[in-house]
């Protein structure tokens, strides 16, 4: 074994309990980065599913000039035959197609406009938790049926209950004036006022008629098993689709850039907690070191004295903090991991959380999401910045003289 490193061993376990509350102070702080980092990972993941199949889902096929200009004309025909086509190629139910229009909706008593989206009800339910958000009624059972569902609250603005009809007014694709009338068979509360207020699902087969679509549609709804999952399930659709020069698979992010704007003002602000329980941490190993090169100026003088350079002494305090460092982080990311791996089987909740995802038809616990990143960005940059707080220890022993260190007390 290296000198340097037999005697940075050594020097440590002068004082135990010294060195054992600054390598606790590590252990902690890694093990809590490390569950802290993959519980918010784990979050993410969960916001970004729920906000994503309560309606847009992880990818759309759409034409190329609807995301930018979301008007009836930009469809594409044949929606159902691609929708079948990327569900056979794909091996996933996970695949609706939809229609997209806005209405003027009239009930007795009142009338309000809103967004009428035509769904395949066999499919739907595999792409959107909506048709699970059915409170009052049911959802449809045929694609041709003259039905609809509505929010909560939009049924109480219009005063009107399961079976109730209403009355459809608006513009067909070719321009045309689009009217029907439909039967309330169920009423949905997603928990959000906007959603619950301007959204109502009609089957496909019917809004396809009723606005003139022929066989078309606006888009396909696609979901991946999983989120990592998406990137491959996207290069995969763009295949299936190459022929179609008009048709764009846009990914969530593109689909909802706000979702991934909001996840980086909240990394960045629990970043800001964590900073300081790291700065905490370089300031105890500061603390530490300092101290130990104290109480030793007289051994550095002699040692000094005897011919050994500063360089060769620096490089001795930053041993002794590389080796506490290294056993910080082995251990608490170790306990860290361990404590996420058991939470990622069983689940996290705290108190109040079953009843709130009751309510909004969330999961009622989350799950810790376990990566490399997740395991190693908060005890790596605990050991880095505690590698940085030995340096001016180590640099006062380059302003050592060994006389005046000789006879200090």
Not at 55 to 63: A, C, F
Not at 236 to 246: G, L, P, W
Not at 257 to 273: C, E, H, K, N, V
Request: with cysteine; proline share 4%; hydrophobic share 50%.
């Amino acid at each position: 074994m290296n000198i340097t490193l037999r005697m940075a061993w050594r020097n440590l376990w002068r004082h135990k309990r010294r060195t054992w509350l600054t390598i606790g102070a590590m252990i902690f702080s890694n093990l809590l980065l490390v569950f802290l980092i993959s519980l918010q990972f784990g979050s993410y993941r969960m916001m970004i599913d729920n906000t994503l199949k309560s309606y847009i889902g992880h990818m759309q096929v759409q034409h190329k000039a609807y995301n930018d200009d979301p008007k009836i004309r930009n469809s594409f025909d044949a929606v159902i035959p691609l929708a079948n086509e990327i569900r056979r190629q794909l091996g996933s139910d996970m695949v609706a197609a939809r229609g997209v229009a806005f209405a003027m909706t009239s009930s007795e008593m009142r009338s309000y406009g809103l967004q009428i989206t035509g769904v395949e009800p066999e499919f739907e339910a595999k792409v959107s938790t909506l048709p699970g958000l059915i409170k009052k009624g049911r959802y449809f059972t045929d694609i041709n049926a003259e039905e609809i569902i509505i929010g909560s609250v939009l049924a109480r603005n219009l005063r009107v209950d399961v079976g109730d009809e209403l009355t459809l007014l608006g513009s067909g694709r070719d321009g045309s004036f689009a009217a029907g009338v439909v039967i309330v068979t169920g009423i949905f509360e997603s928990g959000v006022a906007d959603i619950d207020r301007s959204m109502a699902q009609v089957p496909l087969g019917y809004f396809q008629s009723l606005f003139t679509m022929g066989d078309g549609g606006h888009n396909i709804v696609i979901n991946a098993a999983d989120l990592p999952l998406v990137t491959a399930v996207q290069q995969d659709v763009r295949n299936i689709i190459s022929q179609h020069k008009e048709l764009v698979v846009l990914d969530w992010n593109v689909l909802q850039p706000g979702l991934q704007q909001a996840i980086q003002a909240d990394m960045a602000s629990a970043w800001f907690m964590y900073a300081v329980l790291i700065v905490l941490v370089a300031f105890s190993v500061l603390n530490t070191q300092l101290m130990s090169v104290l109480e030793r100026t007289r051994e550095f003088g002699t040692m000094m004295a005897l011919g050994v350079k500063p360089v060769r002494l620096g490089s001795l305090v930053i041993t002794e903090t590389f080796i506490m460092s290294s056993l910080g982080l082995a251990i608490g990311a170790a306990i860290g991991t361990a404590l996420a791996y058991y939470l990622s089987i069983v689940g996290f909740s705290y108190p109040g959380m079953e009843e709130m995802a009751g309510k909004f038809n969330l999961p009622d616990r989350m799950y810790p999401s376990l990566s490399p990143l997740s395991i190693l960005l908060g005890p790596g940059i605990v050991f880095f910045c505690s590698l940085l707080a030995s340096i001016y220890p180590a640099l006062r022993l380059f302003f050592l003289h060994p006389v005046s260190a000789m006879r200090a007390v």
